[in-house]
């Protein structure tokens, strides 16, 4: 095995190690346990994105200023913290701010994960390689968290207490953290980097002045609402609506994560299949198809939707990410992934609350249906865009890594 392939397998085992999440079945059943209202937990969750607001950015700059590696560790830690608090909390108060120490533990692992990725690809001389690798190292962490949603799954049946799967997963993943020293810093050109202050009005100007990286940003914000909104309430949906047992959500979410699992480890070839409007077309499709059976069938048949956004979280973060990375350069990368995650925490804060709100008076399936009719026409007019993108850089006599039709 040559030191290329050597650093791509440490990367696999720092996403294995970290993803062993019991508490993804679980986290907003402890919380809407102890709350007893829709409406609170999505204030609760609001927080969380809310400081992903304020400190993303400023993590991205760190990101690109001192390096992939030192981010990815702090991350880790105040991850960890954050869901160990989590699982400690009883109040309102509580849930809040252990969110906020989980939500600054996500902006630095958002800062460095892809950017270390890519940068790695490129010293290395695979930048085309990104889609399939990236696809691999999601699928481990789909596979690591499939195994955890079970034993979670078993720990809640046997002990009746939900907050265990969040304590046990911080610890694992506290000694996950030790995976980064092992992973190599990638080598990017810091001798002409601007201040922080300079570095962020590039990325901005990047991303304000490129049609395609505005557009693949905004339609990716489109599919993470989605999937967002469908996972907070989607355990509460499995106990409270369909009566599933602590034990029953586990497996299935276990199986949920298998499913997504195989889809992103074959994102690259799907992507190959499709071509860049196809690949997006699907995504949009399945996402309004899956809210729409939701809406329509009151029955535990409506759990098979599921699979279908697993499926759209499997591709859409190892397919989008990858188109917008071969449009950045390496001394920016991390700023603009920091951009396009707050431009996504902004919109989920007023989604999510407004969509716990309108749960909390008409219905969970009601609220669904709501959302996945707003989203509808913005998702078709960012499918409409793309097209014209894809179509522009075709025109072109050459141009290498452009789109294809």
Same mark, same amino acid.
């Given at each position: 095995m040559n030191e290329g392939d050597k650093r791509i397998r440490r990367f696999y085992i720092f996403r294995a190690v970290t993803s062993f999440s019991l508490w993804i079945p679980f986290w907003s059943l402890w919380a809407y346990k102890n709350l007893d209202s829709l409406f609170l937990l999505t204030v609760v969750d609001a927080v969380f994105w809310s400081t992903i607001i304020i400190f993303q950015l400023p993590a991205g700059l760190l990101g690109d200023k001192f390096g992939r590696k030192a981010v990815l560790f702090t991350g880790e830690i105040l991850f960890s913290v954050g869901v160990l608090a989590f699982g400690l909390s009883n109040s309102f108060e509580e849930y809040l701010i252990s969110n906020v120490v989980w939500a600054l533990g996500v902006c630095f692992l958002i800062s460095g994960d892809t950017p270390f990725l890519y940068d790695t690809l490129l010293e290395l001389d695979r930048g085309a390689d990104f889609i399939h690798i990236m696809g691999t190292a999601n699928a481990v962490m789909f596979m690591t968290s499939a195994a955890a949603c079970a +034993? @979670? @799954?078993? &720990? +809640?049946? +046997?002990?009746?207490r939900i907050e265990l799967t969040l304590i046990i997963a911080s610890l694992v993943a506290i000694t996950g953290t030790f995976t980064v020293v092992f992973l190599r810093e990638p080598k990017v050109d810091r001798r002409f980097q601007q201040s922080y202050r300079a570095q962020l009005g590039t990325g901005v100007k990047q991303v304000l002045k490129s049609k395609p990286i505005m557009v693949l940003i905004l339609f990716q914000i489109v599919l993470e609402l989605g999937i967002y909104v469908m996972m907070i309430f989607r355990s509460v949906y499995m106990n409270v609506q369909l009566r599933l047992s602590f034990l029953e959500i586990g497996l299935f979410f276990a199986s949920f994560a298998i499913v997504g699992g195989l889809f992103t /480890? !074959?994102?690259? /070839? &799907?992507e190959g299949w499709l071509k860049e409007k196809r690949t997006l077309l699907f995504m949009f499709v399945t996402m309004i198809f899956s809210f729409a059976v939701v809406f329509l069938v009151r029955s535990s048949v409506a759990v098979s939707t599921q699979y279908l956004m697993y499926i759209i979280t499997g591709l859409q973060a190892p397919i989008i990410n990858g188109y917008i990375n071969r449009l950045v350069d390496s001394s920016h990368r991390s700023t603009i992934m920091g951009i396009a995650s707050m431009m996504f925490t902004a919109m989920v804060v007023i989604v999510e609350v407004s969509i716990g709100w309108i749960a909390? &008076?008409?219905? !969970? %399936? %009601?609220?669904l249906l709501v959302l996945a009719l707003a989203v509808t026409p913005v998702g078709i007019l960012l499918l409409y865009f793309w097209n014209k993108e894809v179509d522009k850089f075709m025109r072109k006599p050459v141009k290498l890594n452009a789109p294809q039709g």
């Open positions: +034993v @979670g @799954g078993f &720990i +809640v049946s +046997v002990t009746d /480890r !074959l994102a690259g /070839r &799907i909390s &008076i008409w219905g !969970l %399936e %009601e609220s």
